[in-house]
């Protein structure tokens, strides 16, 4: 055998080549199901961010559009196979109904969780810088929960202390009264 025949046969060229594999049902079934629900990931972020100012809503924006990149690689594989779209799943549409009437600390640590769930690592169909997308938006939201809670808290604490002060000078002003020696009745 030649030299290059040897080189045909190594490297065939596009026309000989094998084709991709089609999809199978399951895997459409998937693909629909992992287009749904980052549709519905990013309408979460994207609602988040309505309420959000500044450097926050940037970063849930920020989330919002990666979301639409993977959306885009799922419609790419499923080609016409996309026109029969599925439900998100209902964790997504939980937190889809959360971000827009409750909120986004509790619906922050939902996504949290939700992202770290991701089946993008284990997927042969998903790519390497989807998973890690995944994985940084773990951290991401973890971040913004973190700094919701500790508003939160902070707003909490403030509240507990106003009313510990307001109880404290109420007390004080019904002790002072009663010390003084007026009747009963007008403590």
Request: charged fraction near 20%.
């Given at each position: 055998m030649t030299q290059h025949a040897k080189a045909n046969r190594a490297h065939p060229s596009a026309e000989t080549r094998p084709s991709a594999p089609q999809p199978?049902?399951?895997?459409?079934?998937?693909?629909?199901?992992?287009?749904?629900d980052e549709r519905a990931e990013a309408a979460v972020y994207r609602d988040l961010a309505q309420n959000r100012v500044g450097e926050e809503r940037d970063i849930l924006l920020a989330l919002a559009e990666a979301e639409g990149r993977h959306e885009a690689h799922w419609l790419k594989l499923l080609g016409d196979n996309a026109q029969k779209s599925r439900p998100?799943?209902?964790?997504?549409?939980?937190?889809?109904?959360?971000?827009?009437?409750?909120?986004?600390?509790f619906v922050l640590a939902l996504a949290q969780r939700a992202e770290g769930r991701?089946?993008?690592?284990?997927?042969p169909n998903a790519t390497d810088a989807m998973a890690a997308d995944e994985q940084i938006h773990e951290e991401v939201v973890r971040?913004?929960?973190?700094?919701?809670?500790?508003?939160?808290?902070?707003?909490?604490r403030a509240a507990v202390f106003g009313a510990?002060?307001?109880?404290?000078?109420?007390?004080?002003?019904?002790?002072?009264m009663a010390a003084s020696g007026v009747s009963s009745g007008v403590v």
């Open positions: 199978t049902a399951a895997d459409i079934r998937r693909w629909r199901q992992y287009l749904a998100a799943s209902l964790r997504s549409q939980l937190l889809g109904f959360l971000a827009r009437h409750f909120g986004s600390v991701s089946p993008y690592s284990r997927d971040g913004l929960a973190t700094r919701g809670r500790n508003r939160l808290a902070g707003t909490f510990n002060d307001g109880l404290v000078s109420n007390l004080s002003l019904v002790m002072g």
